[in-house]
């Protein structure tokens, strides 16, 4: 599986966005995905996952009332819906597809990164 994370930028804090991840493969379906960040000098952290059919999220308690996760398996793509945003949000947003969970562990393939950056 390949993944392609997109949709990042500058915006203004209190604005949205929306991340999308694609991938590759006929074997997407089979994977649950996750959205992890990286901020400047800090270590990668999870923001949320989705598991395999879209049924069931996992969130982190920093992005839980203003991210949304979601997978449209039809076009093989993950979003992550993010309103709210903060000048804390700001980071590199990697998606990821593996077993699922809020560990780096649990995935084994990863998109290339987005920035998105939060202007106060």
């Known amino acids: 599986v390949q993944l392609q994370a997109c949709g990042g930028g500058l915006v203004q804090a209190g604005g949205s966005l929306r991340l999308s991840c694609a991938a590759s493969?006929?074997?997407?379906?089979?994977?649950?995905v996750g959205w992890f960040r990286q901020a400047p000098g800090k270590e990668r952290e999870f923001v949320q996952a989705?598991?395999?059919?879209?049924?069931?999220?996992l969130y982190a308690d920093s992005a839980k009332d203003r991210f949304t996760i979601s997978r449209d398996n039809t076009k093989n793509t993950v979003y992550l819906q993010m309103n709210s945003l903060k000048p804390e949000d700001t980071a590199v947003y990697y998606c990821?597809?593996?077993?699922?969970?809020?560990?780096?562990?649990?995935?084994?393939?990863w998109g290339q990164g987005t920035l998105v950056t939060v202007s106060s």
């Open positions: 990821a597809a593996g077993v699922g969970g809020s560990q780096w562990s649990g995935y084994d393939y």
């Open positions: 989705i598991n395999r059919s879209g049924g069931s999220t």
């Open positions: 493969g006929r074997t997407f379906k089979n994977y649950a």
